[in-house]
């Protein structure tokens, strides 16, 4: 899994941050979480290290697209669809390994 010391970039916790703030920061239900399969679209919270302008590091947090590529156990590889606003650490289609407690919302189609 990517480190902010390491690749400039992590995933945000979304169980912890539902567990902070429970009736502003809504997820799905654990077993929603769980049960995603290929092809599915994620919301993940992307943290990023960058340096504000007088060159302090400071972390940004981004909500992105990833698309399942794959499902293993309770582990999944995605496709990132979206572009950061924040950071060149990462771009679209770059592969990202999360779990169900990073997931911060699903893409429902009509």
């Keep these: 899994m990517a480190t902010l010391e390491q690749d400039r970039w992590t995933l945000d916790?979304?169980?912890s941050r539902h567990a902070e703030a429970p009736s502003t920061f809504h997820i799905p239900s654990r077993a929603?979480?769980?049960g995603l399969q290929v092809g599915q679209m994620v919301q993940l919270l992307f943290l990023f290290l960058n340096t504000d302008p007088d060159g302090s590091p400071v972390v940004d947090c981004e909500k992105m697209w990833v698309?399942?590529?794959?499902?293993?156990?309770?582990?999944?590889?995605?496709?990132?669809?979206?572009?950061?606003?924040t950071s060149i650490a990462l771009a679209p289609l770059d592969r990202i390994d999360f779990g169900p407690e990073h997931v911060a919302a699903v893409f429902v189609r009509e």
């Design 13 to 15: 916790n979304a169980e």
């Design 32 to 34: 929603e979480r769980s």
């Design 67 to 85: 698309t399942i590529q794959e499902v293993l156990a309770e582990r999944y590889w995605g496709q990132l669809e979206s572009l950061p606003a």
